[in-house]
């Protein structure tokens, strides 16, 4: 099948490192504009905008296994079908939690939550 290819490994792994590096610079603005508007930075975008930068190990780990089964010749459809739906899975599970304790704070900072940065 031609949905089982190296290439399309590597885009989905570059997608999952896309929205995990922008969880972390979204995190990191998180924690730098809620001081400066007098509100104590959430814990969840703290702990993202440290630490977040660790999470891009499981992308990589994904990747390196799909490269390995997918590239593997005697790998049967089942088994490429089934790192590809775990590396979609991965990469839902990543939305959701960037969402969740990035993106969503920080428009709650700049859509006026708290008044906006200019009160």
């Known amino acids: 099948m031609d949905f089982f290819t190296r290439r399309n490994v590597a885009i989905l792994g570059l997608l999952q490192v896309g929205v995990l590096a922008t969880g972390v610079l979204t ?9 400066l508007a007098g509100f104590a930075v959430p814990e969840n975008a703290a702990c993202w905008a440290e630490y977040g930068v660790f999470t891009l190990v499981f992308p990589v780990a994904w990747v390196v296994v799909a490269m390995a089964v997918v590239g ?10 089934g790192v590809m739906l775990f590396g979609v899975g991965m990469l839902g599970a990543w939305l959701v939690v960037v969402w969740s304790s990035a993106v969503r704070p920080l428009a709650w900072i700049m859509l006026g939550g708290c008044g906006g940065l200019s009160s």
């Open 72 to 81: 593997s010749d005697e790998v049967a459809d089942t088994r490429g079908l």
């Open 27 to 35: 995190a990191a603005v998180c924690y730098k504009w809620y001081p």
